[in-house]
């Protein structure tokens, strides 16, 4: 029932709404929970296996009974948690997991077979006759199970995924969150600041208490209106920050349209971000436990702090005579707040004998709740007492078994939480994740000013780290009444006490769990389930915990806690898979110049996950081979441009820098001289050839390795396992830099000539030779250069930061067009350096070594390298190996095809007579014909000789004449310019 003069929602504005297709009312700023308590709304779900009627449990995001589905057809949206969904006009929310009706739930027959469906019995049934798995015991168990549904449809709603990056993330914005973020916001720090509600405030919001002489909401309002006015702090409503990763890296999941009837054109559902902070400060609050007891879970049975939060907040009474039941203080604030409402209180029963008194409500000391009654709501309790057992009739009881820190997010990477006997809970250790530190409430700290206090220290501690000076100030007064309590987990007697509400699991199920010997807290979980509903256990564990821990003769610490993971709240698949929408699972990677290359009408092609232009099509062509040949000739005669920051770009520095690239490239790095850039060949360890590419020195002890795109990956983890498996004594780092730098290749006779037009001081020749690199500056911006070609004509790559690789392009390739060349794609490359006989993947597979391709001579005879030694086994330098060529048909009609196979012209096409095969070909505008590449036994001394290609799969023969790999410009003249 709505309680008058209470609450922070807006009575101003109604919002209608329905529920099981009944119309209600509510107010803006209600949750579906809220407005269903003041439409006296008890009944709102079923349990998962025995279809107990369920009611509202709590008020937050850890709400197991409420979930519930919203929309229809391509909008439904299932298993949503009533606490958390906002109403709006025209809302349509609907139970879940009954049938026919929530009021008449068939399936609530399960409950009457308890007896046999108890922790574990699916391990013990089912088992015979064997055949009927399959046929009747798995389609009946599929069939049950799950909570919500899809609709089956697509999806109508859209997901955005987004990336920040800041100095310091507070998560939480209660007393402590907002301190945090205060202290830092003046310091100058760049701030963001997340809270999983739609209101910043935390408890403030849900409290009566008073700071600085003004109520909690109105403290908290002013404090964000400050925060709102700095530039340096954003604040992100409806951000559930859901897991932490390495180097300072949080998921976080923001509900964008959620409480909007109305989502806009193209306004998403939901927004995935991925945070990066130098610091973090974990301000998340506590949540209440419940006790368990016989029947402690029908409708009208909640949480004490949230009976507290619907008055204060929503301004509802989740009943009209309400008892309250707890071990601790807190306990008598609710009753405190009920009285003051006006709201008829029939009995505090605290379990603890020495409990102080409270005025003006009948206070049973020394008593527990040991039963409930009424069919599907709460109509009365039974309370065991000094005196005897007596019944109340109450239509709400609120629980308090203690507070539980939220310390969820400082074990997600494997980290374990201490025990502290003083307020009976976990918290967490200083550390589990590294630049993260805890405050307020989940570290244990329950008053408003302890967490006023741990805000601003735990904002200093990250501000001194980050360099800033903090200015706390004077903190505010608040109250700071010390948390008193006594353990109690659950009250002895007959009949099913529960502990997980979602999936059933009672006392007596823990029990039984340990009786059959799964001691351990993980296997305990698996066992009976606690704990792996949606909600995760998060009202349940500890109290799952010490009850095991009675069960086996334990303490709770040496008991310990199952494995928290990410992530801390549900989060849609649609939303993890933001952008993949009818796309596979295989990550897709873009260059700064995807969209100006797509906008140019180019069909994109795979490379090594990337997505890179194939050819850029003009009016008039027919087919990719004119194009292809239009974009040979802009390079060949006047100017191309081609995005190739696809190439895998590592960054190497340490005074052993050059020791590591001798090592593991086959010729020398270390008479590299700073400013040059010199071609490297690398081997694996059984001596075949792993990658190639070209390393600059920027200085004496930087190194930039270019790897080839396909190769990237493999040639990191490999620098990695040299550094710090085989020599982790040298003094090196590596970090991957591809994504960080966009890099052009420019290249033509009149490359310099349009390089010249962006850079601020243009090249000479005499100063940048071949081979050379260094900085430069680009209108402004600073950048890198490289007098390197893989055209075989005069060619740079320059490289500037990824910000503004988008723009870079457009201006490139605008002036490469006005020097009559334009961009180039794949294709027109691959043509590019066939014709100088350049290798790429297709030639360096894995089966060939550096004397397969004529590099035998790069493996310098000065020093070791890895795979040198293997690399000069017999057999693999021995006359008659399959070694590089290239490859001319006679007629210049005559067709090449890649894999096809070589044969000498007298023999017939089978397997015992072949001699080689083709690895790469393309149609060579120079050239006038197709040309190729290929492995020939015996190859370098057959040039000249006519071999035979058979393509047995598409009926192709050519006859060839084998001829030197560089099939243009072999002195390399207009390469060097």
């Not at 005196?387 to 629980?399: P, Q």
Request: hydrophobic content about 40%; some cysteine.
């Amino acid at each position: 029932m709505r309680v008058q003069g209470k609450g922070l929602i807006d009575r101003d504005r109604p919002v209608s709404f329905t529920f099981d297709g009944v119309g209600y009312s509510g107010y803006e700023g209600d949750t579906l929970a809220s407005a269903l308590l003041a439409n006296d709304v008890r009944l709102v779900g079923r349990s998962f296996k025995y279809h107990r009627p369920r009611g509202i449990l709590t008020a937050g995001s850890e709400e197991p009974n409420a979930l519930v589905t919203v929309g229809h057809d391509g909008r439904q949206d299932p298993n949503v948690r009533a606490t958390v969904q906002e109403i709006y006009e025209g809302m349509a929310a609907r139970s879940q997991n009954r049938w026919p009706s929530l009021s008449f739930d068939l399936m609530a027959v399960n409950d009457l077979a308890a007896p046999f469906l108890g922790a574990g019995f699916y391990y013990k049934t089912f088992m015979w006759p064997r055949s009927f798995w399959e046929k009747l015991y798995e389609p009946v168990i599929r069939r049950a199970a799950g909570l919500g549904a899809l609709s089956g449809q697509d999806n109508a709603d859209r997901y955005e995924r987004a990336f920040a990056f800041c100095d310091l993330l507070v998560i939480g914005a209660g007393p402590a969150g907002l301190m945090a973020a205060l202290v830092a916001g003046r310091a100058g720090a760049d701030v963001i600041l997340a809270d999983e509600d739609a209101r910043m405030g935390g408890r403030l919001l849900a409290e009566t208490y008073e700071i600085d002489g003004k109520p909690g909401a109105v403290w908290a309002e002013e404090v964000l209106a400050e925060l709102r006015g700095m530039e340096n702090v954003r604040l992100m409503t409806r951000t559930t920050v859901a897991g932490a990763y390495d180097q300072g890296t949080y998921a976080a999941l923001e509900r964008v349209s959620h409480h909007r009837a109305d989502r806009g054109a193209g306004a998403p559902l939901e927004c995935f971000w991925r945070i990066v902070a130098r610091r973090a400060v974990l301000a998340a609050g506590a949540l209440e436990r419940p006790i368990a007891f016989a029947d402690n879970d029908r409708p009208g049975i909640m949480t004490a702090g949230a009976v507290r939060a619907y008055l204060n907040r929503w301004g509802v009474s989740p009943g009209r005579a309400v008892s309250v039941f707890g071990n601790n203080d807190d306990a008598h604030r609710t009753v405190r707040d009920l009285l003051a409402a006006g709201v008829h209180v029939a009995a505090l029963i605290d379990s603890r004998h020495d409990a102080p008194r409270l005025d003006g409500v009948r206070m049973i000391r020394g008593g527990q709740v040991c039963g409930s009654g009424g069919r599907q709501g709460l109509e009365r309790i039974t309370v065991r007492h000094p005196g005897g057992e007596e019944r109340i009739a109450t239509d709400c009881l609120a629980m308090s078994g203690g507070w539980n820190p939220s310390l969820h997010l400082t074990c997600h990477m494997n980290g374990r939480p201490e025990w502290r006997r003083d307020i009976a809970a976990f918290v967490p250790v200083a550390g589990m994740v590294p630049g993260l530190r805890a405050a307020g409430a989940c570290n244990g700290a329950f008053s408003t000013m302890a967490c006023l206090r741990e805000g601003a220290e735990a904002a200093s501690e990250a501000l001194g780290a980050l360099g800033l000076t903090a200015d706390q100030g004077t903190l505010p007064k608040a109250e700071e009444t010390p948390y008193a309590l006594e353990p109690l987990w659950a009250v002895p007697g007959r009949g099913r006490a529960w502990l997980d509400f979602q999936n059933d699991v009672t006392v007596k199920d823990v029990k039984q769990a340990a009786v059959e010997n799964f001691r351990s807290v993980e296997h305990m979980k698996r066992y009976t389930t606690q704990g792996m509903a949606t909600d995760q256990g998060k009202n349940s564990n500890v109290a799952a915990l010490a009850v095991l821990a009675d069960a086996t003769g334990r303490g709770i610490p040496e008991t310990g806690t199952t494995t928290f993971r990410p992530p801390y709240s549900p989060i849609a698949i649609a939303a993890l898979g933001a952008g993949g929408e009818g796309k596979g699972f295989q990550p897709e990677r873009f260059t700064t110049s995807h969209a100006a290359t797509l906008s140019r009408g180019a069909p994109m092609i795979e490379a090594g996950l990337w997505y890179r232009p194939s050819y850029f099509p003009q009016a008039g062509e027919t087919d990719w081979q004119q194009s292809c040949d239009r974009e040979v000739g802009y390079v060949r005669n006047a100017v191309g441009v081609a995005d190739v920051s696809t190439l895998g770009k590592i960054d190497i520095q340490g005074a052993d820098a050059a020791r590591l690239l001798d090592f593991v490239y086959t010729n020398m790095f270390s008479t590299l001289k700073v400013g040059r850039v010199r071609y490297g060949l690398m081997l694996r360890e059984d001596g075949h050839v792993m990658d190639d590419g070209t390393t600059a020195r920027l200085g004496e002890d930087h190194y930039l390795m270019t790897t080839t795109t396909a190769a990237a990956g493999q040639v990191m983890a490999h620098l990695e396992f040299v550094a710090q498996g085989l020599h982790p004594e040298w003094d090196v780092s590596l970090c991957s830099v591809t994504e960080q730098w966009a890099q052009f290749a420019v290249a033509g006779p009149r490359a310099r000539e349009l390089l010249n037009g962006l850079l601020d001081t243009p090249v000479d020749p005499a100063d940048w030779p071949f081979m050379s690199c260094g900085a430069v500056s680009v209108l402004g911006v600073g950048g890198r250069l490289f007098r390197i070609s893989f055209s075989g004509e005069e060619g740079y790559e320059i490289a500037v930061p990824a910000r503004y690789g988008a723009s870079l392009f457009d201006l490139l390739v605008r002036r490469a067009e006005a020097l009559g060349g334009g961009a180039y794609g794949m294709e027109a490359l691959n043509v590019l350096r066939i014709e100088k006989g350049f290798i790429t993947h297709a030639e360096i597979h894995g089966r060939v070594t550096a004397y397969d391709i004529g590099m035998g001579g790069m493996v310098s005879a000065k020093k070791d390298c890895i795979g040198k030694t293997m690399a000069q086994r017999p057999g693999l330098e021995e006359p008659g190996r399959e070694r590089l060529v290239g490859l001319k048909p006679i007629a210049a009609e005559g067709k090449l095809l890649a894999g096809a196979h070589l044969y000498r012209q007298e023999d017939a096409a089978r397997r015992e007579h072949d001699q080689g095969y083709v690895t790469s070909v393309c149609h060579s505008p120079v050239q006038g014909r197709m040309i190729g590449l290929g492995f020939l036994a015996d190859g370098p001394e057959r040039i000249g000789e006519i071999v035979k290609m058979v393509d047995g799969l598409r009926g192709v023969t050519t006859y060839c004449e084998v001829i030197s790999p560089v099939f243009y410009d072999p002195e390399g003249g207009r390469m060097r310019g």
